[in-house]
């Protein structure tokens, strides 16, 4: 999948993929590698809150799902096409309008069509949400 980079703003330098509507309407969220390490992010806004007025729990778990795509970028192969096979996620703590949202996480293994991953996503730099998944890579049609 093509990645695009953002070209101003806060996150001027960081890729993002347009072509998920779904990944647009929760986030937008952005990726990029520092000193080779994958690096997630995006800044929370009034539309990810719940009623409470903290992060909700969806746009977590939507930002960890696109984490597990940013952290094993450099392992989908040609395609760079892939779905989650499976996800599992822990609450830690929550965040608010305007909070840097982060994740980072590493590769457990990649076989040869399965990878799978391990994060944490952190909330001004305090440990937010636990997750786990595994994304089978595919085949450009």
Same mark, same amino acid.
């Given at each position: ?14 890729? +993002?993929?347009? #072509?998920?509507? &779904? ?13 080779? %390490? $994958? ?41 760079? +096409?892939?779905? #989650?096979?499976? &996800? ?13 949202? %982060? $994740? ?38």
């Amino acid at each position: 999948m093509n990645a695009h980079t953002v070209e101003s703003g806060e996150f001027a330098g960081w890729h +993002y993929w347009p #072509t998920d509507p &779904f990944e647009q309407a929760a986030g937008p969220f952005f990726y990029r590698h520092v000193d080779g %390490e $994958a690096v997630c992010a995006f800044r929370v806004q009034k539309k990810q809150l719940n009623g409470m007025g903290i992060i909700h729990g969806g746009c977590l778990m939507s930002f960890a799902d696109f984490a597990l795509f940013g952290i094993a970028h450099e392992e989908m192969g040609p395609s760079g +096409y892939g779905v #989650t096979v499976a &996800f599992t996620s822990e609450f830690l703590g929550g965040a608010r309008e305007g909070d840097y949202m %982060e $994740a980072r996480g590493e590769v457990l293994r990649a076989g040869g069509s399965l990878i799978f991953v391990r994060g944490v996503v952190t909330a001004e730099g305090k440990p937010c949400l636990n997750f786990s998944g595994t994304i089978k890579r595919l085949r450009e049609r």
